[in-house]
C-alpha cells in the first residue's frame, strides 16, 4: 500500500492489524497494571462514547435501511469519532478539564480492539456500513496475490477463502 495505490493485500491488511493487536495487548497491560487506580464509571463512559455517537446511529440505521443505503452523516460519524485525532482530543480535553487519569484508557482500549481484534478501520463511503463481502474487492485481492505468487514473493491464492483486501476509497 502506499499514496499511488491505497490498497491492502490480505497480508497488508494482517499486518496493520497486528500493529494494533501490539496498541491493544499494551493497553490491557496498563489496565492491569493501574487497576486499582481507575475510576471505572469514566472508564465505562469513554469506553461507550464513541459507539454511542459514532457506531450505534448508523447500525440501527443500516438494518432498518431496506437497500443497505443510508447517509453518509453515519459514515462521517463513526470515521470521526473511531479517529485517533478525535480520540487524541478528547482524552486531552479530558486531562485538561477533569484530570488526567487512567480512566483514558478506555479511549485506547477500544479503538486498538476494534482495528486489531476485529479488523474495523474507517468506513468508507463505497462500500455498506456493516461489513459485507464485495466482489470487487475479491477481485483486486485475487489480483494482487497472483502478481505476488508469480513474482516468487507470496504463495499462490487459494480461491475459497473469503476475500479480507480493502480498497481505498475517498470518504
Same mark, same amino acid.
Given at each position: 500500500?502506499?499514496?499511488? !495505490? ?17 496498541? #491493544? ?7 492491569? &497494571?493501574? #487497576? !486499582?487506580?481507575?475510576? &471505572? ?20 440505521? #443500516?438494518?432498518? @435501511? ?13 470515521? +470521526?469519532?473511531? @479517529? ?35 479488523? !474495523?478501520?474507517?468506513?468508507? #463511503? ?7 463481502? !464485495? ?5 483486486? @485481492? @485475487? ?20 476475500? +479480507?483486501?480493502?480498497?481505498? +476509497? +475517498?470518504?
Amino acid at each position: 500500500m502506499d499514496i499511488k !495505490n491505497p490498497i491492502e493485500s490480505r497480508v497488508t491488511f494482517t499486518l496493520h492489524r497486528v500493529e494494533y493487536v501490539v496498541a #491493544f495487548a499494551l493497553t490491557i497491560g496498563l489496565i492491569i &497494571w493501574h #487497576f !486499582n487506580a481507575i475510576r &471505572w464509571g469514566p472508564a465505562i463512559g469513554l469506553f461507550l462514547y464513541i459507539d454511542l455517537i459514532g457506531y450505534i446511529p448508523g447500525a440501527i440505521a #443500516f438494518r432498518r @435501511s431496506k437497500n443497505g443505503r443510508i447517509p453518509k452523516v453515519y459514515y462521517v460519524l463513526y470515521n +470521526t469519532m473511531h @479517529s485517533l485525532i478525535t480520540c487524541g482530543v478528547v482524552a486531552a480535553l479530558w486531562a485538561w478539564l477533569v484530570r488526567p487519569e487512567w480512566a483514558l484508557l478506555a479511549i485506547a482500549f477500544h479503538v486498538f480492539g476494534d482495528r486489531g481484534v476485529f479488523g !474495523n478501520f474507517y468506513k468508507p #463511503f463505497g462500500l455498506p456500513f456493516e461489513p459485507v463481502a !464485495n466482489p470487487q474487492v475479491a477481485r483486486v @485481492s @485475487s489480483l494482487l496475490e497472483k502478481r505476488a505468487a508469480a513474482a516468487g514473493l507470496a504463495p499462490a491464492p487459494i480461491d475459497e477463502m473469503a476475500p +479480507t483486501a480493502v480498497v481505498g +476509497t +475517498t470518504t
